[in-house]
């Protein structure tokens, strides 16, 4: 998505966003206070109250790296990165256990994002512009706020891991982007607007075989399959209709959207059953699974007024034991489990230099520790409960109503 899975950020959350894409990370809106992070974390460790992750490892120092995401015999990460005086991301390979090298994977031209493995570790795929041209898209003029494109000269395209053999998958007009893989067939799941929405489809590894997943007005994206492929994830926005909706509507017809506020989603990995995971008013994103299917780890600015401290949070599948991960301050985000369950990538501001706005790319051993606190109490529960049951996506609760 736009740096937020790839776009644009500054510093912890607007420095950070300027890396313009689509798998990418939103910005903030106010909600209910939880403890706040540490306003002086130490570059690049790990605070009292992060229980569940240990040995913690730097494996990027400087410039924007982030949408680290993992091959399948865990050894290796495809991820976006831009360095300073670089207008666009460009899409690299690092070995874990390396010294840091990064292998570049796309050419330079135009501006790439969410780049994946495909199962083997032979081949990737990855999001660009180059077609459109060799520049950087110009960015969104936010005077309307704060906004992301959906630059429609972006496609996915399949390539050898070390970059060649391009070959293009998606030819259809507007944005295709946000591209994830199955681990049994290699499908992808995707996000495109080539239906006049921002909506999730699927197709196979070649391309072949589109289908559509959701169809409700609004933005959904950023999804990622269950370790069994039976299931999606994603974040999503629900627009009143009013002017919510009407300001959404006209936003897309530019080429835009607002994601201040985005949840949770989960759904049969062919769109069937779509359940609201949750309900926290913020800006949630980069949704992905435990290695058990029955948990999701994301990140978000829950909790921060200014909308600007994003952390990783976890939540059971059914919405209940919501549970803080990080405390640093700054950013965290774009968390995902190594293949064999074992590590955590993610991205973070946490040794960053006062001043400096770097986005870095840390691994650290999981830990299945007691949880450091689990936010919602019981009436907090009771409360979420309500808010599912009255929500629009139930259709009703009268007689004769499809949602009684």
């Not at 006049?196 to 409700?216: A, F």
């Not at 965290?332 to 001043?355: C, E, H, I, Q, W």
């Not at 936010?375 to 929500?391: F, H, N, Q, T």
Request: charged share 25%; proline share 8%; hydrophobic share 35%.
């Amino acid at each position: 998505m736009p740096r937020s899975k790839s776009s644009p950020i500054a510093f912890a959350a607007l420095a950070f966003f300027s890396l313009q894409a689509g798998c990418a990370r939103p910005p903030a809106s106010p909600s209910a206070p939880v403890t706040p992070s540490a306003t002086n974390t130490p570059p690049g460790r790990l605070l009292p109250e992060e229980t569940h992750l240990a040995d913690l490892r730097q494996l990027t120092f400087g410039g924007e790296n982030a949408e680290a995401y993992w091959s399948w015999d865990n050894r290796q990460l495809i991820l976006q990165a831009r360095g300073p005086g670089e207008g666009c991301d460009r899409i690299y390979r690092m070995l874990v256990d390396g010294d840091g090298a990064r292998a570049p994977v796309s050419s330079g031209r135009g501006a790439t994002t969410c780049s994946y493995f495909l199962p083997g570790d032979q081949e990737v795929i990855y999001a660009s512009t180059h077609l459109g041209g060799p520049n950087c898209p110009p960015r969104p003029d936010h005077s309307r706020g704060y906004v992301w494109a959906l630059y429609d000269t972006y496609d996915i395209f399949r390539a050898r891991a070390d970059g060649s053999d391009v070959r293009r998958l998606t030819d259809q007009k507007g944005y295709d982007a946000e591209g994830t893989v199955c681990s049994k067939d290699g499908s992808i799941v995707f996000t495109s607007t080539r239906d006049g929405d921002i909506e999730l489809y699927r197709m196979d590894k070649d391309g072949q075989n589109v289908h559509r997943l959701t169809s409700t007005p609004g933005y959904d994206g950023g999804a990622f399959f269950s370790p069994d492929c039976t299931k999606i994830v994603w974040r999503a926005s629900r627009p009143k209709p009013g002017p919510e909706l009407d300001d959404f509507k006209k936003l897309l017809a530019e080429g835009l959207v607002r994601p201040s506020k985005l949840d949770l989603w989960i759904a049969n990995a062919d769109g069937s059953d779509p359940m609201r995971l949750t309900y926290l008013d913020a800006a949630s994103f980069g949704p992905s699974w435990f290695p058990s299917g029955r948990r999701i780890l994301f990140a978000s600015n829950y909790g921060d007024p200014r909308g600007r401290e994003f952390d990783l949070w976890a939540v059971d599948v059914d919405g209940s034991n919501l549970e803080r991960i990080t405390y640093a301050a700054g950013f965290d985000g774009f968390p995902l489990f190594s293949p064999d369950g074992k590590t955590l990538v993610f991205a973070s501001n946490r040794a960053t230099a006062p001043g400096a706005h770097d986005t870095n790319v840390f691994v650290a051993r999981w830990v299945d520790a007691p949880p450091s606190k689990i936010v919602e109490g019981p009436a907090d529960r009771v409360a979420r409960d309500v808010e599912w049951l009255a929500d629009p996506a139930r259709e009703g609760r009268g007689i004769g109503t499809a949602g009684l």
